[in-house]
């Protein structure tokens, strides 16, 4: 990733968070398990250290991830970042990710993220080579107990560990490396020494097993408007914002259809195209891939980024056909220039 913004140690990221005034934590658009529960350890690790801190949203998360969240919730809306003397983003690859959030880059101090392709705003501490951003928040966490800033919390430990699982897919996804594992092992020890607290496997459930009846909707929908392309070697498929408004579903509910496309037997790579209800001309992206075929640089062709294998972007388009069969053309010649 290249950036003409500062690079920052883990140290300094720990020297900005303890000694700021008061934190704002800001998370992606369709916030997913990584932002939520990194973001939310990191506010959490603030607050341990007298400061206080709140996690802010440009987008309602899905059900599921809420228990993720301090205690207290989290805002909505930039207005919120106001009276915050520091303001940072985490697990957020590009401007455009904030969303709604955007006019408050020119007032985020750092950013810590695991994304190998985006563009940066701010000074980051960015490690593409861990599986989560909470990989790189949990090194923040040692540093500030080892410093004794904070002491230890089961509460931080936990959502350090629910955002590790949400973007490995509990460990299935080939993000997972060595490492992973021994830092899941040493939370899963300070999770299992706080005994009436909520346990791994409690955890595990919350995030992969259960749904919402939106949530099931939109999959179904998904299924309905599956295509191919490349001879099936790329699956995809798209919701409409007439599609999300007649069966009663919102975009929160979309946030895990990427993995059904990706499911379909000889699909190498997957994207799902969201129409949004609020701007009927943006489109929300999310691209995977089975192979070691690159979908952030496709991604990145649209402004956005994110992993070799797990990546998304936004479309600016007149209509759902436009905006999938840019996506769609996008895709299919990047794939087929790969062979």
């Given at each position: 990733?290249?950036?003409s913004?500062?690079?920052?140690?883990?140290?300094?990221?720990?020297?900005?968070?303890?000694?700021?005034?008061?934190?704002?934590?800001?998370?992606?658009?369709?916030?997913?398990g990584?932002?939520v529960?990194?973001?939310?350890?990191?506010?959490?690790?603030?607050?341990?250290?007298?400061?206080?801190?709140?996690?802010?949203?440009?987008?309602?998360?899905?059900?599921?991830?809420?228990?993720?969240?301090?205690?207290?919730?989290?805002?909505?809306?930039?207005?919120?970042?106001?009276?915050?003397?520091?303001?940072?983003?985490?697990?957020?690859?590009?401007?455009?990710?904030?969303?709604?959030?955007?006019?408050?880059?020119?007032?985020?101090?750092?950013?810590?993220?695991?994304?190998?392709?985006?563009?940066?705003?701010?000074?980051?501490?960015?490690?593409?080579?861990?599986?989560?951003?909470?990989?790189?928040?949990?090194?923040?966490?040692?540093?500030?107990?080892?410093?004794?800033?904070?002491?230890?919390?089961?509460?931080?430990?936990?959502?350090?560990?629910?955002?590790?699982?949400?973007?490995?897919?509990?460990?299935?996804?080939?993000?997972?490396?060595?490492?992973?594992?021994?830092?899941?092992?040493?939370?899963?020890?300070?999770?299992?020494?706080?005994?009436?607290?909520?346990?791994?496997?409690?955890?595990?459930?919350?995030?992969?097993?259960?749904?919402?009846?939106?949530?099931?909707?939109a999959?179904m929908?998904?299924?309905?408007?599956?295509?191919?392309?490349?001879?099936?070697?790329?699956?995809?498929?798209?919701?409409?914002?007439?599609?999300?408004?007649?069966?009663?579903?919102?975009?929160?509910?979309?946030?895990?259809?990427?993995?059904?496309?990706?499911?379909?037997?000889?699909?190498?790579?997957?994207?799902?195209?969201?129409?949004?209800?609020?701007?009927?001309?943006?489109?929300?992206?999310?691209?995977?891939?089975?192979?070691?075929?690159?979908?952030?640089?496709?991604?990145?062709?649209?402004?956005?980024?994110?992993?070799?294998r797990?990546?998304?972007?936004?479309?600016?388009?007149?209509?759902?056909?436009?905006?999938?069969?840019?996506?769609?053309?996008?895709?299919?010649?990047?794939?087929?220039?790969?062979l």
């Amino acid at each position: 990733m290249n950036s003409s913004f500062e690079k920052m140690t883990v140290g300094e990221i720990v020297d900005a968070v303890v000694s700021a005034r008061s934190l704002a934590v800001l998370c992606h658009t369709n916030p997913d398990g990584d932002t939520v529960g990194s973001a939310s350890a990191l506010a959490l690790i603030a607050r341990g250290a007298g400061v206080r801190s709140a996690v802010i949203l440009p987008d309602e998360p899905q059900e599921r991830l809420r228990f993720l969240l301090p205690p207290e919730g989290a805002k909505a809306g930039a207005g919120e970042a106001d009276g915050f003397d520091l303001i940072c983003a985490v697990d957020v690859a590009s401007p455009a990710q904030l969303g709604s959030l955007g006019e408050l880059i020119p007032r985020v101090g750092f950013t810590v993220d695991h994304h190998g392709m985006g563009e940066p705003f701010s000074k980051n501490l960015v490690d593409p080579s861990a599986s989560a951003a909470g990989e790189v928040v949990y090194e923040v966490y040692e540093e500030a107990v080892k410093r004794g800033a904070i002491a230890r919390d089961p509460g931080i430990a936990r959502r350090i560990y629910g955002a590790i699982l949400s973007d490995t897919g509990s460990f299935a996804f080939s993000n997972v490396t060595p490492r992973t594992y021994r830092i899941a092992a040493s939370l899963l020890e300070e999770i299992a020494a706080d005994a009436d607290g909520m346990q791994a496997d409690e955890i595990n459930r919350l995030l992969f097993g259960r749904a919402t009846e939106g949530e099931l909707r939109a999959k179904m929908l998904t299924v309905k408007n599956l295509k191919t392309f490349a001879g099936g070697a790329i699956a995809a498929s798209y919701i409409t914002a007439a599609e999300f408004e007649e069966n009663g579903i919102s975009e929160r509910d979309a946030g895990g259809t990427v993995d059904v496309p990706r499911m379909l037997i000889g699909a190498e790579v997957a994207f799902v195209v969201r129409q949004m209800t609020r701007d009927p001309r943006e489109f929300r992206v999310s691209s995977r891939s089975n192979t070691d075929f690159d979908v952030s640089a496709v991604c990145a062709l649209f402004g956005g980024g994110g992993h070799r294998r797990a990546a998304g972007c936004n479309v600016y388009a007149d209509s759902p056909e436009e905006a999938f069969g840019k996506v769609a053309s996008a895709f299919e010649k990047s794939y087929k220039s790969s062979l």
